[in-house]
T-cell receptor, first 110, second 114 residues
Framework: RKEVEQDPGPFNVPEGATVAFNCTYSNSASQSFFWYRQDCRKEPKLLMSVYSSGNEDGRFTAQLNRASQYISLLIRDSKLSDSATYLCVVNAGSASKIIFGSGTRLSIRP | GAGVSQSPSNKVTEKGKDVELRCDPISGHTALYWYRQSLGQGLEFLIYFQGNSAPDKSGLPSDRFSAERTGGSVSTLTIQRTQQEDSAVYLC????????????FGPGTRLTVL
């Protein structure tokens, strides 16, 4: 089993739709979690951190479920500009235990 | 211009040559990371620095790969006797502190080994 697993997609949804992806992790000692966004042929950029209590930033909501060992990202009212690959990142407490998922590709159509 | 910078942005080399990739982290960031990303793949961790020390080099693919960091700032990743399978985008990231802090990435160096 991979340490961090994501559905590769692609998710192809119409503009304005709500879309959600999950990311599962295997190391129960994982302490911090992030979602990054990566546009084609660009570097990853931090989208948001994921807190135990869940957090929201505009149209984006991130949740953590420690019992089932997954994090989720919900995007409401999707925009064409949301088209990208979304990477989940799990940190098990040391710099060498920062694991990136392979990413979920999202494509928003007009 | 306070972001992470990397040079060169593109490097084409012949198999068997050595290459040196450079990363300038965000000023004041103590932790620096090197990753490799092949086309359509996720990020592969290579090495990280806390200050000038590299506590974990286990991600380096072979002894042809080495990295150093000087003055707690600039880092270089050297690949000796390049092979075609070394072709990838090499990404550098820095964070204020290691472990829990979010990372900020540079634009990467696209390495092509012919």
């Amino acid at each position: 089993r991979k340490e961090v697993e994501q559905d590769p997609g692609p998710f192809n949804v119409p503009e304005g739709a709500t879309v959600a992806f999950n990311c599962t992790y295997s190391n129960s000692a994982s302490q911090s979690f992030f979602w990054y966004r990566q546009d084609c042929r660009k570097e990853p950029k931090l989208l948001m951190s994921v807190y135990s209590s869940g957090n929201e930033d505009g149209r984006f909501t991130a949740q953590l479920n420690r019992a089932s060992q997954y994090i989720s990202l919900l995007i409401r009212d999707s925009k064409l500009s949301d088209s990208a690959t979304y990477l989940c990142v799990v940190n098990a407490g040391s710099a060498s235990k920062i694991i990136f998922g392979s990413g979920t590709r999202l494509s928003i159509r007009p | 211009g306070a972001g992470v910078s990397q040079s060169p942005s593109n490097k084409v080399t012949e198999k068997g040559k050595d290459v040196e990739l450079r990363c300038d982290p965000i000023s004041g960031h103590t932790a620096l990371y090197w990753y490799r990303q092949s086309l359509g793949q996720g990020l592969e961790f290579l090495i990280y620095f806390q200050g000038n020390s590299a506590p974990d080099k286990s991600g380096l693919p072979s002894d042809r790969f080495s990295a150093e960091r000087t003055g707690g700032s600039v880092s270089t990743l050297t690949i000796q006797r390049t092979q075609q399978e070394d072709s990838a985008v090499y990404l550098c990231a820095s964070s204020l502190l290691a472990e829990y802090n979010e990372q900020f990435f540079g634009p990467g160096t696209r390495l092509t080994v012919l």
